[in-house]
């Protein structure tokens, strides 16, 4: 079975400040696709990035940055130097290709960042 | 491009009425649609999903059905709403690969 563990429920920081949001995945598949998405208060998921099971570089755009490590069967998310436009619900999702492509979401970290 | 249409935005129902979302998709041909659930600072539930028309898998027992009678058109109903269909509900789509692309949302509030 497959499952998505954020195990932040809710982080604040003030602006300016690092934060990583963490994410735990399991899965049997060797075949799979991890996602991160942004839920502003308005409510429509955004999507952050997509990162295949092969593919263990991290990736840098702008203030993101995601780190994959099969190894411990992670996929962090680290925003630098945190603004208020950050504040939003981050989702992490995996998908493995056998079958129909059903997304497992984990529960989510709600992030406040303060001014 | 693509885009996708969800309505209402917002709705309110009073518990066992009936309800209707339906969720458009331009710009694309045979997309597998999909229906979630959020209920209220809660994580999301893949609640339907369709590879095509008149097929829809149900991935939770509920009260709640789905239907697609065309290629870009994907309804989620029910007969008699409960208190706990409430939530925000979000229709996605995705072709021929992992990305799935989600709509606006409907927030439902059953009273």
């Known amino acids: 079975a497959q499952k998505v563990t954020q195990a932040q429920t809710e982080i604040s920081v003030v602006e300016k400040e690092d934060v990583t949001l963490d994410c735990v995945y399991e899965?049997?598949?060797?075949?799979?696709?991890l996602f991160w998405y942004k839920q502003p208060p308005s409510g429509e998921l955004v999507f952050l990035i997509r990162?295949?099971?092969?593919?263990?570089q991290n990736e840098i755009s702008g203030r993101y940055s995601w780190n994959f490590q099969k190894s411990t069967s992670s996929f962090n998310f680290t925003i630098t130097a945190s603004q208020v436009v950050d504040s939003a619900v981050y989702f992490c999702?995996?998908?493995?290709?056998?079958?129909?492509?059903?997304?497992?979401f984990g529960t989510g970290t709600r992030l406040k960042v303060l001014a | 491009s693509q885009t996708i249409h969800q309505w209402p935005a917002t709705l309110v129902q009073p518990v066992g009425s009936p309800l209707s979302l339906e969720c458009t998709v331009e710009?694309?041909?045979?997309?597998?649609l999909y229906w979630y659930r959020q209920a209220a600072g809660r994580g999301l539930q893949l609640l339907f999903y369709?590879?095509?028309?008149?097929?829809i898998s149900s991935e939770v027992p509920q009260n709640l059905s789905a239907s697609r009678p065309q290629d870009r058109q994907f309804i989620l109903s029910s007969k008699k709403l409960l208190l706990s269909d409430s939530g925000f509900y979000l229709c996605?789509?995705?072709?021929?690969?992992?990305?799935?692309?989600f709509g606006p949302g409907t927030r439902l509030t059953v009273t």
């Open positions: 369709s590879v095509g028309i008149g097929q």
């Open positions: 710009g694309t041909s045979n997309p597998n």
């Open positions: 999702a995996l998908i493995v290709t056998s079958g129909t492509y059903k997304y497992i």
């Open positions: 996605a789509w995705s072709v021929g690969g992992s990305l799935q692309y």
């Open positions: 899965t049997r598949d060797t075949t799979y696709y």
């Open positions: 990162r295949n099971s092969f593919d263990e």
